[in-house]
């Protein structure tokens, strides 16, 4: 799938490992790197830094995270000049606040627009009373995102990382067209939780064409 707007384009694709080159090494935390030329991380040293999201400040940038269940989210903006990224958060790093960091660290682009690739949806994220506890001893509020069935409580992150994380974008400029959820959709998507395997697994890319 592939969507534009503006001098940005964006796609989520399955891909096996390999079939593309990471630019960071993804470890469910919150550090986001700041790109201001192409090929700089290359440049910078042969093994992959650790990360979770890259912000790309220059024309022609291309950055992209793998997901299979956590949530693929892109930043882009209506400026010529403005910056794009790229954030992989499952539910470990937006309990550390990465999106929250990768939000103030864009607010100040005009007109900042937010998509939302497919992840795993509150119909299969049954979560454990330790689960929620551990989010109240960070201080953070996951009860009101929680829904009851069969005596399992189901969290959903995707609302969870809207409300909270994102509660200043404004509907219109957030797009969720493309949100299903990864477990139990079709036609059927990589899920972590299902395959037990990130392999394959989504490639969701946003780059500037100008
Ligand atoms: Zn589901």
């Not at 830094?49 to 995270?65: L, M, R, W």
């Not at 990589?190 to 990130?198: C, G, L």
Request: aromatic residues 10%; hydrophobic residues 40%; glycine residues 6%.
């Amino acid at each position: 799938m592939t969507g534009s707007l503006f001098s940005i384009e964006w796609g989520i694709e399955i891909e096996k490992k390999g079939d593309s080159v990471p630019l960071f090494e993804q470890v469910h935390g919150n550090e986001i790197l700041h790109l201001s030329k192409a090929g700089e991380l290359e440049m910078a040293s042969k093994a992959l830094p650790q990360a979770d999201g890259a912000i790309a400040h220059f024309n022609q940038a291309e950055v992209h995270v793998y997901t299979a269940d956590c949530l693929p989210i892109l930043f882009f903006t209506e400026d010529p000049n403005g910056a794009i990224a790229a954030i992989h958060a499952g539910w470990k790093g937006v309990k550390k606040g990465i999106v929250q960091k990768a939000y103030q660290e864009l607010s100040h682009f005009k007109n900042l627009h937010v998509l939302i690739g497919p992840a795993i949806g509150v119909c299969c994220f049954a979560v454990r009373e330790d689960f929620i506890q551990e989010w109240e001893t960070a201080n953070l509020s996951p009860r009101p995102f929680l829904s009851r069935k069969n005596n399992r409580d189901y969290f959903n992150l995707l609302n969870y990382v809207t409300q909270e994380a994102l509660s200043e974008i404004p509907p219109s400029h957030l797009h969720l067209d493309w949100f299903r959820c990864t477990v139990c959709s079709t036609p059927s998507l990589p899920s972590f939780r299902r395959n037990k395997s990130a392999n394959p697994r989504l490639r969701t890319w946003i780059r500037k064409t100008t």
